[in-house]
């Protein structure tokens, strides 16, 4: 097997698809690493390793591909798993943010239930961006007095600024992989 860095192994299982979902946008697409047993589990590894030995609560991953991953993270440090999901989706009662799109408000929500106040929380993403997405779900939690100990994408958009958002909430972030631009 040949050694190559986590980061090389990343970036070559990651798919590129330009104009989508519309014209400029380079959109990163992680379903062929997810595919791929080597790089999928390098990611997962490699996104827990910090925390790998302490305590951590709950995962929460941001619908859907936060999900996915999120639930591997969460495997992997023995913690449980907090689905954050668009509105309308989930059956018990919630708590709710609203937070800014390129257009117009949406909203996410999570079982009010979900986080004890104090747990230790890590969120889990694919990608920042602007980070608008991972700030309200970062939010979100911190209403619900979850502790979070970090945030964590397997992709970064530096450019675009997200990290410093998150980190403005007090909050770390993981990134494994980056491209410029958007
Ligand atoms: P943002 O709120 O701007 O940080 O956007 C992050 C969310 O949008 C994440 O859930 C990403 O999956 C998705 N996203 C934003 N830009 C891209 C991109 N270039 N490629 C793939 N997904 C993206």
Not at 103 to 108: F, S
Not at 129 to 144: I, P, V
Request: charged content about 25%; glycine content about 10%.
């Amino acid at each position: 097997m040949t050694d190559t860095s986590v980061a090389e192994d990343l970036l070559a299982a990651i798919r590129t698809i330009p104009d989508y979902p519309k014209e400029g946008i380079l959109f990163r697409d992680i379903t062929t690493l997810l595919g791929d047993a080597r790089a999928f589990r390098r990611a997962v590894d490699a996104l827990v390793q910090p925390w790998a030995g302490s305590k951590v609560d709950k995962v929460a991953g941001i619908e859907a591909r936060g999900f996915i991953l999120g639930g591997a993270v969460a495997h992997q440090l023995s913690a449980g798993f907090v689905p954050i999901r668009k509105k309308g989706k989930l059956p018990y009662e919630t708590v709710r943010i609203a937070y800014s799109l390129e257009y117009g408000l949406d909203e996410m929500e999570m079982h009010k239930d979900a986080i004890v106040a104090g747990e230790k929380v890590i969120l889990v993403d694919d990608l920042i961006a602007t980070g608008g997405t991972a700030e309200a779900a970062t939010k979100l939690l911190q209403q619900m007095g979850a502790e979070v100990v970090a945030a964590c994408f397997i992709v970064d958009l530096p450019d675009l600024g997200g990290r410093k958002r998150i980190e403005a909430l007090g909050v770390p972030v993981r990134t494994l992989v980056a491209y410029p631009g958007h």
